[in-house]
């Protein structure tokens, strides 16, 4: 799927697997929050992060999908999830779920920031 | 937007309204109920159950926007509302929210209702 | 990830899997499909399908990461997804895109249809 | 919903709204525009901008119904709106259902660059 006339060969497949992963794993996370009861008074924006999190990385592999750029996209998906990933890491640095998300948003974060030429 | 062989008029425009206003009290109901916190043991679930119903509406409204007759997303839709309208009609009957996203569900449940032929 | 009560072990993972993998190849195959331009006058309805296709897997796929368990959902995905696969297998039998999108949402449409109980 | 600290009010309600609408009137263009057959060699990339705008619009609306506010969404929903609108108005100036499609464009688009202070 090369889709640049630069000579930067960008890796959309790759980035539209960490979309779909941040994703799945968001969601995951949301339950598993909802589950666990709040931890302190920040997880009401927390679980709203994740939300936030969760559509827009769907939104943003759509795109891609589709085979469209626009950068401004994967920017705003990468700064949803650098925010949301930065959130998981330390809210409860001892929860695996939450690490896990955590390392799936940053992972993502950082992709998103590579197309996006940030 | 006449869209059925038989004589019975079917109010598409009414049901993608309702869903649209359905979508959005469910979410607006969800972050309500992060702020709030838990109330009982039912909450995860009840939770869950706005997330599902915000979703199933969106893709029902989204159906019908592009004339397309799917009775089984309708049916769906119908019931995933219904869920959450008794639901959110028994966790707090004493709450205002979250009996206008009571109201809101069922009203969307029995459109939809209409539409799947129930 | 076992939720049901009953001696049947369903996959849901497996079945995420598909609806995943039958999202992405309906919206590669929208794409496709607009490039390739009209080949019959059933065309637009196929688009339309591949569309509604898309966004019910999506949903599907969805509701089951949130661990959420409506059977109405399932059925609805596995009839647009029998519907669409079986489109896509008569409009260009000798197209190697359209034959992969049949193969898709076929699969998909027997898995849902196994956790819808049908 | 006053969710700014600074002096400006932002109409977020208003832009919901406009959001909504557009999302709405993308997917009835893009049905429209399968049903007329393409036009001009630019219409594959037109419909996918449609389904670009329509998925980023809903994208955006739920943002806001969440509460969420994320400047970054905002700009971009604007940019693909502003895209979307212009393709509209320049593909078939004499076409009263792409007319109204840009002009939900472009007011969602000035609405949305509004918050997003651009």
Chains 1, 2, 3, 4 share one sequence.
Do not use: W
């Not at 469209?68 to 779920?97: H, I, K, L, M, Y």
């Amino acid at each position: 799927m090369a889709k640049q006339q630069t000579d930067i060969v960008y890796d959309f497949d790759g980035c539209i697997a960490d979309c779909i992963e941040c994703h799945r794993v968001c969601l995951e996370t949301m339950e598993y929050c909802f589950r666990m009861g709040r931890r302190d008074h920040a997880a009401p924006a927390h679980i709203r992060l994740l939300a936030d999190c969760a559509q827009i990385c769907q939104t943003n592999a759509d795109f891609m999908m589709r085979g469209s750029e626009f950068q401004e996209v994967c920017a705003a998906c990468a700064e949803v999830c650098s925010r949301c990933g930065n959130d998981c890491a330390s809210v409860a640095p001892d929860d695996a779920q939450l690490q896990e998300c955590a390392e799936a948003c940053l992972r993502c974060a950082a992709t998103c920031g590579e197309i996006a030429g940030e």
